[in-house]
């Protein structure tokens, strides 16, 4: 999920490092990721700013009934209250849920007080950004 204020069609770097987000400034991104590239395991989650390379530092879901490879839906909820973002997750099947909470300040990364919302992706050499609403904090 990215927050950005570069551009309606800003399009970060392709494969599975990138995830469609690194090289993207002016901007915040939570990702869910099930491929270890750099140590960081195939359950994590982590909150990455202004295009850094969404890798590590991470959080590992490991033990926390998260599982992002069980095939299973999963309903994630984010909030913003001024100083800290909460992201949530929770198994749509076992109802196990795992949150994390990141101080920030969102105008001041962004740069605005309204930004881009949309969702990236990466695969291989493949990756794709649809940028779906203006959110405004």
Do not use: C, R
Not at 4 to 24: E, F, H, K, P
Not at 80 to 95: I, M, S
Not at 105 to 128: D, E, R
């Amino acid at each position: 999920f990215i927050l950005q204020n570069s551009a309606v069609t800003a399009l970060g770097l392709s494969g599975g490092m990138g995830l469609g987000y690194d090289g993207i400034p002016s901007s915040i991104a939570v990702k869910f990721d099930i491929w270890n590239n750099s140590g960081e395991g195939t359950n994590s989650t982590g909150l990455y700013q202004n295009g850094s390379m969404p890798t590590t530092p991470s959080i590992d879901l490991t033990g926390t009934g998260i599982d992002l490879l069980s095939g299973h839906v999963f309903n994630v909820t984010i909030s913003y209250n001024g100083t800290t973002l909460t992201v949530q997750e929770t198994d749509a099947t076992t109802l196990a849920t795992a949150t994390q909470n990141y101080t920030i300040n969102l105008p001041s990364v962004i740069g605005a007080s309204t930004a881009y919302a949309g969702f990236s992706g990466g695969s291989g050499s493949a990756t794709a950004i649809q940028e779906i609403l203006t959110w405004t904090y």
